[in-house]
């Protein structure tokens, strides 16, 4: 199995939710999280590009294998701080 998403990483769950918010209200996903995201991945949008099972810490690979798709997920808590989390696919 492999899934594609991205994610959103951020130090307080009042800043995933602050984005949350504003990314229900319309804002691009790619655009925020090039601007707020901890992770090296915000300099591609939040991008994970294609992961597999057992790659992620537990509980995004919860989201990404297990959650519906297309919407964005979070805050989702981790040893590396408060995610946000979209997948686009899975097979």
Known sequence: MKAQA??????TAEEAEALRQRL?????????????????S?????????????????????VIFKKPLRVVHGPVK????YHLVQVFYRD
């Open 6 to 11: 991205r994610h959103i990483l951020v130090r």
């Open 42 to 62: 915000g300099k591609r949008g939040g991008d994970l590009g294609e992961v597999r099972p057992g790659q992620m810490v537990p509980a995004i690979d919860q």
């Open 24 to 40: 229900a209200k319309g804002e691009a996903f790619d655009v925020l999280a090039r601007k707020h995201s901890t992770c090296p």
């Open 78 to 81: 981790s040893r590396f701080g």
